[in-house]
């Protein structure tokens, strides 16, 4: 939390929080509101979402912070929110933080600049498989680009996809579609706890990685387009990347 953000918090009348759309790591409820000196309301999905008049009266009749994780404008229901309140009369701020859809990227020493479209993995169920993951990161490899990809998440039932289980549905899209963009000696990315003192940083053929143990989620999964040398030494030294898998970015 930015120093202007945490004073944002301090001085309000009430303060609301959500951890559905990212989990909260690195602390815990009761520790913020000892940081912050004030009881945080933690909201399910619905009271942002279906039912946030509660939040928007309190903000009405004084001001009221809500506390998400990562930067607050990266998902849409914050937008649809800050639309909700600016309709009806309420001013709104946002104190911007860091975000996954850079972080993830930086921490591999990957370019920013080098990103394409971002996907996300979901977990499959009934006949609900959709191929677009996989044909948005066979778009991004195509233009030389850089393929982040997001993971389920399910926080009323505290389930959270892993890079293991992301990288095993990678590969179940080659079998099925069989383009050569995810198969098991394609090279991937994997950084799990991007923002803690435990971060880690993996980067190797995705066969390999489908086997591997990253701990506890979040983590993220990066399929790298075409490499610059300095992007290709970076995965070498920051994630242990074998010189000869990133050898032709060298």
């Known amino acids: 939390m930015s120093l202007a953000g945490l004073e944002a918090a301090r001085t309000s009348d009430h303060v609301f929080a959500e951890f559905y759309t990212s989990k909260l790591s690195g602390t815990s409820i009761e520790r913020l509101e000892a940081r912050i000196g004030k009881a945080i309301h933690v909201l399910e999905r619905e009271g942002v979402e279906e039912d946030p008049e509660p939040m928007l009266e309190a903000a009405a009749g004084g001001t009221a912070v809500l506390l998400v994780a990562g930067d607050p404008m990266a998902a849409t229901t914050h937008i649809d929110l800050r639309l909700r309140a600016e309709r009806i009369g309420i001013r709104t701020r946002v104190f911007h933080n860091a975000s996954i859809l850079t972080a993830a990227l930086t921490e591999l020493g ?19 498989f959709p191929t677009s993951p996989y044909e948005h990161i066979m778009a991004n490899v195509e233009a030389g680009l850089h393929s982040l990809v997001l993971l389920d998440i399910h926080s009323d039932e505290d389930r959270y996809m892993t890079a293991t289980e992301g990288c095993r549905l990678l590969l179940r899209y080659e079998d099925m579609l069989g383009k ?31 086997e591997e143990d990253f701990g506890p989620a979040l983590h993220s999964i990066i399929v790298p387009g075409k490499l610059h040398f300095m992007e290709a030494r970076a995965l070498g030294v920051l994630a242990g990347a074998d010189p000869h898998l990133v050898g032709e970015g060298v």
């Open 110 to 128: 990957l370019s920013v600049y080098k990103s394409g479209r971002v996907t996300t993995l979901q977990w499959p169920h009934g006949d609900y």
């Open 180 to 210: 050569g963009v995810t198969g098991p000696d394609s090279l991937a990315c994997v950084v799990a706890g991007v923002g803690s003192p435990d971060c880690k940083r993996r980067a190797g053929r995705l066969g390999e990685l489908a």
